[in-house]
Antibody
Framework: QVQLVESGGGVVQPGESLRLSCVTSGFTFSSYGIHWVRQAPGKGLEWVAVIWYDGSNKVYADPVKGRFTISRDNSKNTLNLQMNSLRTEDTAVYYC??????????WGQGTLVTVSS | DIQMTQSPSSLSASVGDRVTITCRASQGIRNDLGWYQQKPGKAPKRLIYDTSTLQSGVPTRFSGSGSGTEFTLTISSLQPEDFATYYCLQHNSYPWAFGQGTKVEIK
């Protein structure tokens, strides 16, 4: 079954860190770029970051640049998002999504990150 | 950075209506645009990529058009399962950017 499954969300205080994971199955993970997209409660979709299929390049949205790090382990079909110095405005559901045919064709179910004091 | 302006932000329509949603890019993005549908509590689902190519399994009542800076998603005959929020996404250059979304509600 082709799928992406996120995990690692939770409640943290401002300034703390959290690491999200996205485990994939059913496709050749090492052939695809993978993205993170987030959605604050009641708000629209926001693109966060991308990592190339081989990990050779990474791009971040300005709001997370310098605080978030995207990485992947192709031997484990896993994508990670290390989130440091979290802020209340980082509160959102975080989705991982596969890039294919120029766009995001396959999405996980999302994991909720809440940053609150 | 490219900004995407989507309109309207919401609309009310009846089953069987023709619905049109527009996205405007702040600069030319060729045909590098997709459309996504999201239902409450669910992950987005891609409907269209490269402006007008229908994702496999998506009903043909959905269509996309445009190029450059102006793009349109059309639902030719709205069905009950189409009530949802729709987003455009430009993938021409990084950072990728979504439109603000259009919530399609039942009239």
């Amino acid at each position: 079954q082709v799928q992406l499954v996120e995990s690692g969300g939770g409640v943290v205080q401002p300034g703390e860190s959290l690491r999200l994971s996205c485990v994939t199955s059913g496709f050749t993970f090492s052939s695809y770029g993978i993205h993170w997209v987030r959605q604050a409660p009641g708000k629209g979709l926001e693109w966060v970051a991308v990592i190339w299929y081989d990990g050779s390049n990474k791009v971040y949205a300005d709001p997370v640049k310098g605080r978030f790090t995207i990485s992947r382990d192709n031997s484990k079909n896993t994508l990670n998002l290390q989130m440091n110095s979290l802020r209340t405005e980082d509160t959102a559901v975080y989705y991982c999504a596969r890039e294919a045919n120029r766009g995001l064709d396959l999405w996980g179910q999302g994991t909720l990150v809440t940053v609150s004091s | 950075d490219i900004q995407m302006t989507q309109s309207p932000s919401s609309l009310s329509a009846s089953v069987g209506d023709r619905v049109t949603i527009t996205c405007r890019a702040s600069q030319g993005i060729r045909n590098d645009l997709g459309w996504y549908q999201q239902k409450p509590g669910k992950a987005p689902k891609r409907l269209i990529y490269d402006t007008s190519t229908l994702q496999s399994g998506v009903p043909t009542r959905f269509s996309g058009s445009g190029s450059g800076t102006e793009f349109t998603l059309t639902i030719s005959s709205l069905q009950p399962e189409d009530f949802a929020t729709y987003y455009c996404l430009q993938h021409n250059s990084y950072p990728w950017a979504f439109g603000q979304g259009t919530k399609v509600e039942i009239k």
